[in-house]
């Protein structure tokens, strides 16, 4: 499954990429936010993985604000 993760803050993005960066089995990279979702910092992170459970619960550990968009 791939998608995105949208953040509200420059910063919370590249916390999140330091988080999820250490996950196995997740592909992580930061990219311009894609003009079909909105970000208020411009910045969102693309992910490939199997399962969205380890990436949501890295980021509610960290208390990132976040919202996750499937790509179809």
Do not use: H
């Not at 411009?42 to 790509?71: T, V």
């Amino acid at each position: 499954m791939q998608g995105y993760i949208l953040v509200y803050t420059t910063s919370s993005a590249f916390e999140s990429e330091e988080i999820l960066k250490k996950l196995e089995n997740v592909k992580i990279k930061l990219v311009p936010t894609p003009r079909e979702f909105s970000s208020d910092c411009g910045i969102a992170l693309w992910f490939e993985c199997k399962d969205l459970e380890p990436l949501s619960k890295a980021l509610n550990q960290s208390k990132i604000e976040y919202e996750i968009k499937i790509k179809t």
